[in-house]
């Protein structure tokens, strides 16, 4: 069947690396696709998205690339702090409306 | 501008019993969706309002329904609880042009805890 998945479930970085966050999807007619981040307690929070006609979207501290060959997605966040321990998750619009299939979620732990 | 409103926050019930949750979307957004949250199944789509009617439904048994009234506001409600309805409650709003590519901003949820 059709997924929207992780590579990773968790992932531990040090305060100040870069992380990357992957996320594998499989419609290939899925054209627009969003970044989240969720902290504990809350919604998810939006952070990045792009278009399918664009391979790279750069905000403050993250950049989102889109590899549609391969249908993946990854988040890139530079410098990482302790503040964007959270989950992250990717969702994509499959030409059904406004409705979103998410990712089951990455958890991001920084460490200090 | 005031964020995407969730009441309650948290709820507790018993099974068979029924649950209204409420969303107040920001300001000048007319889509409303509804997602549930779970750890294994993660966010699942509900469905989806824009001027009080449903324009959008994913996969959920007839149980879960929904509404939104004139300025916006949505509720949904579940009849005859199960346990597997325990979940995260997530509200988002959009914009409501009705193009793919809008961005939904999410309220905090409401906790439903069937016992």
């Known amino acids: 069947g059709e997924s929207v998945g992780l590579h990773l479930p968790t992932l531990s970085v040090q305060e100040g690396d870069n992380s990357i966050i992957n996320c594998a999807y499989s419609?290939?007619?899925?054209?627009?696709f969003i970044w989240y981040k969720q902290e504990s307690g809350k919604g998810p929070q939006f952070i990045i998205d792009?278009?399918?006609?664009?391979d790279k979207r750069q905000g403050q501290r993250v950049t989102v690339l889109l590899n549609k060959t391969v249908k993946h997605l990854s988040l890139q966040i530079a410098a990482t702090q302790p503040g964007d321990s959270a989950v992250y998750f990717c969702?994509?619009?499959?030409?059904?409306?406004?409705?979103?299939?998410f990712g089951t979620g990455t958890s991001l732990t920084v460490i200090p | 501008k005031a964020g995407v409103t969730q009441t309650p926050r948290y709820l507790i019930k018993t099974r068979g019993q029924q649950v209204t949750l409420s969303c107040s979307p920001i300001s000048g957004h007319r889509s409303v969706s509804w997602y549930q949250q779970t750890p294994g199944q993660g966010l699942q789509f509900l469905f989806e309002?824009?001027?009080?009617?449903?324009?959008n439904k994913g996969n959920f048994p007839g149980r879960f329904s929904g509404r939104q009234f004139s300025n916006s506001r949505s509720e949904m409600n579940v009849s005859t609880l199960e346990l597997g309805d325990s979940a995260l409650y997530l509200c988002?709003?959009?914009?409501?042009?009705?193009?793919?590519?809008?961005?939904?901003?999410f309220g905090s949820g409401t906790q439903l805890s069937v016992l």
């Open positions: 419609n290939s007619a899925s054209d627009y």
């Open positions: 988002a709003s959009s914009s409501g042009t009705g193009h793919r590519e809008e961005k939904l901003f």
């Open positions: 309002y824009f001027s009080e009617t449903q324009r």
């Open positions: 792009i278009r399918s006609n664009m």
């Open positions: 969702a994509e619009n499959r030409h059904t409306g406004n409705q979103f299939y």
